[in-house]
């Protein structure tokens, strides 16, 4: 069974910093493409950045400079740091794992909340 376990959300200040982690069990991590993926209260979800299995890496333009996703595969786990936040990247933030190369999720975890407010 896949699980995929994200932490590392809370309340942060803007311009404050944290960073996301998921824990994956239960496939070949070192062959997954993995993805942060946010939803905005009210919005719908919006891609945020992946990581390809050889280390590649993709950021929406609103992110690009101030998020950075890394890997452990090691660890089998998937991070997501984040500066400089803004009180517009509030959301829930979602570890997904992608089908091959594609931009298909197969897998969700459960989610963890970011509030950037003063």
């Known amino acids: 069974e896949v699980q995929l376990v994200e932490s590392g959300g809370g309340l942060v200040q803007p311009g404050g910093s944290l960073k996301l982690s998921c824990k994956a069990s239960?496939?070949?991590?070192?062959?997954?493409?993995m993805t942060w993926v946010r939803q905005a209260p009210g919005k719908g979800l919006e891609w945020v950045s992946v990581?390809?299995?050889?280390?590649?890496?993709y950021y929406v333009d609103s992110v690009q400079g101030r998020f950075t996703i890394s890997r452990d595969n090691a660890k089998n786990m998937v991070y997501l740091q984040m500066n400089a936040l803004k009180p517009e990247d509030t959301a829930r933030y979602y570890c997904?794992?992608?089908?091959?190369?594609?931009?298909?999720?197969?897998?969700w975890g459960q989610g963890t909340q970011v509030i950037v407010s003063s």
């Open positions: 997904a794992k992608l089908v091959g190369s594609s931009w298909l999720v197969d897998y």
């Open positions: 239960g496939l070949t991590f070192s062959s997954s493409a």
């Open positions: 990581i390809n299995r050889g280390g590649g890496r």
